[in-house]
């Protein structure tokens, strides 16, 4: 029987090789800056081109949805169903990043080229979020490899609006409850805590926004002189 430290090899020898760094570096170079609207097709080519050819090489069926609230990018969802009594992982990914702000890089980078300088790698995405989706994916790849088989369903989620607040997500989750049940979320996103110690959460982080109205008095009173 295959073990644990025989699929770790795997994962170790695709870093060491350098095809991690090569892989990494094609993401990074579509510039899915979801804040620039002239951008929005560099979303939907991220899905079409590099996610989905991934989640279907590891066996999954792949669809891509439009997004149900205008403002917001596609999502791409994928399943692996090995056995309908299995457990069912949902893992989750955004490929969209925050404005590259070429020419503000340090040395002069481009923030679209992948660029290592000692144990640091530099590139727009590197640690929000295509690194890490694509390293969950990849080791399942070497699951796969070494095994044949998961050992569970796996679903996947991969949206496109995060960096602009998830427009849609909710909505779409909520129309596709059945399609996304899961026993467990595992979603990596968000930064260190420290940049040499992986940071681990066994619970999901969350916002809920509001909107307060205090009526006081009749008509529009500046606030920096009635109240503060």
Request: proline letters at 5%; one cysteine or more; aromatic letters at 8%.
């Amino acid at each position: 029987m295959s073990s644990r430290n025989e699929a770790i090899q795997r994962a170790e020898t695709y870093f060491d090789s350098g095809a991690f760094l090569t892989d990494l570096a094609r993401l990074i170079a579509i510039p899915t800056e979801s804040q620039e609207p002239y951008q929005k097709h560099q979303l939907m080519r991220y899905l079409k081109e590099e996610m989905r050819p991934l989640l279907e090489r590891l066996g999954f069926k792949t669809h891509i949805f439009d997004n149900p609230n205008p403002i917001g990018g596609p999502f791409l969802f994928g399943e692996r169903i090995e056995d309908p009594s299995f457990p069912t992982v949902l893992t989750y990914g955004h490929g969209d990043v925050v404005r590259g702000q070429a020419g503000n890089w340090m040395g002069g980078r481009d923030p679209f080229v992948l660029e290592e300088d000692g144990e640091r790698i530099y590139g727009r995405g590197t640690a929000d979020n295509k690194c890490q989706h694509l390293i969950n994916l990849q080791a399942l790849g070497c699951l796969l490899q070494e095994k044949k088989q998961l050992g569970f369903n796996c679903k996947v989620i991969i949206e496109t609006s995060e960096e602009t607040g998830s427009a849609g997500l909710q909505e779409f989750f909520d129309e596709h409850k059945q399609m996304l049940a899961a026993d467990v979320l595992i979603a990596s996103d968000g930064p260190r805590l420290q940049s040499d110690t992986p940071t681990v959460f066994t619970g999901a982080r969350g916002a809920q926004t509001f909107t307060l109205q205090v009526n006081l008095r009749d008509g529009a009173n500046h606030s920096g002189n009635w109240g503060g």
